[in-house]
């Protein structure tokens, strides 16, 4: 699976939009871009994923660049319960392969 | 229901215990993953069981044995641990292991600590 640079931690504040980073510049034609966050002391929660377009769901949208070498989330009216760490993953959506593996993240902080 | 449970929370061993941490789900999916975590650090894969059957195994000590006894549950068993054992162990499950969407749901975890 390709690999993922996102920026170590980032500060919003709340009730504007987070919009968090994620390169993937290496990533295949047939690889998926998936976002995760762990919320401290839980497990990851799954947020979105994508494959070219642009997608949205009652959590977050996902913006893909054309090229698709990278990638914005976007949660649109953060609140202190988004503080947590975002995993940006890029996995090929193949049966059998059940791999997800996680990088570094990027700690957001939802400031009051 | 979409939880994924694990028990114990927590967890405190001496190196010659022995000990098993459990985890089940009920919404009948075939995939079961074991994830270590250190603190502040990502997750990292340890076992990948699809269909009750062990798939991945990423060169992870035999002091861990997984067991999946049936689609529903999924062990993990622990002996002559080290202190750097100590972490959060997540448990997840996914519908079909790998595949287009496919979605990951993870338990809280164990937090284990080895003295």
């Known amino acids: 699976d390709a690999k993922t640079t996102q920026p170590p931690s980032m500060d919003c504040a709340e009730g504007r939009a987070a919009n968090l980073p994620c390169n993937h510049s290496?990533?295949?034609?047939?690889?998926?871009v998936y976002w995760y966050r762990q919320i401290h002391s839980q497990g990851p929660q799954y947020i979105i994923h994508?494959?070219?377009n642009n997608e949205t769901n009652e959590m977050a949208s996902l913006i893909i660049t054309e090229d698709r070498k990278s990638s914005t989330l976007i949660l649109p009216h953060a609140t202190l319960r988004d503080t947590a760490v975002y995993y940006c993953?890029?996995?090929?959506?193949?049966?059998?392969?059940?791999?997800?593996?996680f990088g570094t993240g990027t700690r957001l902080t939802i400031i009051p | 229901d979409t939880e994924v449970t694990q028990t114990p929370k927590h967890l405190v061993m001496g190196m010659t215990n022995k000990k098993s941490l459990k985890c089940e789900q009920h919404?009948?999916?075939?995939?079961m993953y074991w994830y270590k975590q250190k603190a502040k650090k990502p997750p990292e894969l340890m076992f990948v069981?699809?269909?009750?059957?062990?798939?991945i195994n990423e060169s992870v000590p035999s002091r861990f044995s997984p067991e999946c006894p049936n689609s529903s549950l999924l062990n993990l068993h622990l002996h002559a641990l080290q202190p750097e054992d100590s972490a959060l162990y997540l448990c997840?499950?996914?519908?079909?292991?790998?595949?287009?969407?496919?979605?990951?749901?993870f338990g809280s975890g164990t937090q284990l600590s080895v003295l």
């Open positions: 290496t990533i295949s034609g047939n690889e998926y």
């Open positions: 993953i890029v996995r090929v959506a193949d049966f059998g392969n059940e791999k997800l593996t």
């Open positions: 919404m009948g999916h075939r995939a």
């Open positions: 069981y699809s269909y009750e059957k062990l798939s």
């Open positions: 997840a499950s996914s519908p079909r292991g790998g595949g287009m969407g496919e979605k990951l749901f």
């Open positions: 994508g494959l070219k």
